[in-house]
């Protein structure tokens, strides 16, 4: 089945810094990937709609700024969380459908934020 | 508007069944999902159902789907302790893109 590898699992930055994490499609090309946040205890809730070859589409609320996204192949997609900070901990999960069968969004396993 | 709603918690005793319910506010998704995650873990995909259909069935999982009342059901047949984990019910607005998912239900198995 489809595939989705996410990248780094855990991470602790200190505040300040940019972090970027991976989401690749391993055995499918994706040519849409969203990303989303979840706080502990919550639902998951869509930062955005990643595009290859464009610029991602966000959710209201959403800073475009601190939460940069690039698509640049059919295979992985990235979100930088620039200059975190501890507000931002968080834990980041990416998806992506598989155009070319069935009717499933593939998630990652999850990448695990902590800003000190 | 783009609402899903679940209850929050459900504790069955190993062997019941579990139903695990979920309400929808938009008419137009194509699709509807199930998702378990487990601690500090993604989401597994469980099943999904197409907006046509009323019932799916598949091995322990039962999806009822009443799409007059916007209401989406899943079963498990006889629950294990490894079903112990957080469902997300969700939807796809508009038709068959972004999921946008309910606060999710914590099923406790317990013996």
């Known amino acids: 089945g489809a595939v989705v590898s996410q990248h780094p699992s855990r991470v602790i930055c200190k505040s300040g810094t940019s972090v970027k994490i991976e989401c690749r499609s391993l055995d499918f090309q994706a040519t849409t990937m969203f990303w989303y946040r979840q706080f502990p205890k919550q639902s998951l809730m869509l930062m955005a709609t990643s595009n290859e070859g464009s610029k991602a589409t966000y959710e209201q609320g959403v800073e475009k700024d601190k939460f940069l996204i690039n698509h640049a192949s059919l295979t992985l997609s990235t979100l930088t969380v620039a200059s975190a900070h501890p507000e931002d901990s968080s834990f980041y999960i990416c998806?992506?459908?598989?155009?070319?069968?069935?009717?499933?969004?593939?998630f990652g396993s999850g990448t695990r934020l902590t800003v000190v | 508007g783009e609402d899903v709603e679940q209850s929050l918690f459900l504790s069955v005793r190993e062997g019941d069944s579990s139903v695990i319910n979920c309400t929808y506010t938009?008419?137009?998704?194509?699709?509807l999902y199930w998702y378990k995650q487990e601690p500090g873990a993604g989401l597994q995909l469980l099943t999904y159902i197409f907006s046509n259909m009323d019932m799916k069935q598949d091995q322990r999982l039962t999806v009822l789907l009443n799409k007059k009342d916007k209401h989406l059901s899943l079963r498990i047949a006889d629950t294990q302790t490894g079903d112990s984990a957080i469902y997300f019910c969700?939807?796809?607005?508009?038709?068959?893109?972004?999921?946008?998912f309910g606060a999710g239900t914590r099923l406790a198995v317990h013996p």
């Open positions: 938009d008419s137009s998704s194509t699709y």
């Open positions: 969700a939807e796809t607005p508009g038709g068959y893109n972004k999921l946008i």
């Open positions: 998806s992506a459908r598989d155009q070319t069968g069935g009717y499933g969004y593939t």
